[in-house]
């Protein structure tokens, strides 16, 4: 079994940076791709990002592309979601989540976290 927490998130103002943490227990890390999704009250679990188990191929949504960066350290069993120059849409709930492939759809994970909070100030 794979357990996921994130953390990192807080209130920040627009412009601000903020780095999110994923981190994993449980499962061979190295194996799974991590994607980062998030959900603002009262839309869908929206696509942010996305790493492969070797962390050679990642996947960017065009809202976050260029302001947004996903990494990984299998030998931390952690992914980081390093975000710039927020924005206010960017407030939501972030979750990580663990799949067999990189993918940008919800339905191509198994394993999720709980879910960190960032909210950017306008």
């Known amino acids: 079994q794979v357990q996921l927490v994130e953390s990192g998130g807080g209130l920040v103002q627009t412009g601000d940076s903020l780095r999110l943490s994923c981190a994993s227990s449980?499962?061979?890390?190295?194996?799974?791709?991590v994607g980062w999704f998030r959900q603002a009250p009262g839309t869908a679990r929206d696509f942010v990002a996305a790493?492969?188990?070797?962390?050679?191929?990642?996947d960017y949504a065009d809202s976050v592309k260029g302001r947004f960066t996903i990494s990984r350290d299998n030998a931390k069993n952690t992914v980081y979601l390093q975000m710039n120059s927020l924005k206010s849409e960017d407030s939501a709930v972030y979750y990580c989540?663990?799949?067999?492939?990189?993918?940008?759809?919800?339905?191509?994970?198994?394993?999720w976290g709980q879910g960190t909070l960032v909210t950017v100030s306008s």
């Open positions: 790493i492969s188990g070797n962390g050679v191929n990642t």
């Open positions: 989540a663990v799949g067999s492939q990189l993918s940008s759809h919800s339905l191509g994970y198994v394993y």
């Open positions: 449980g499962g061979t890390f190295s194996r799974y791709a």
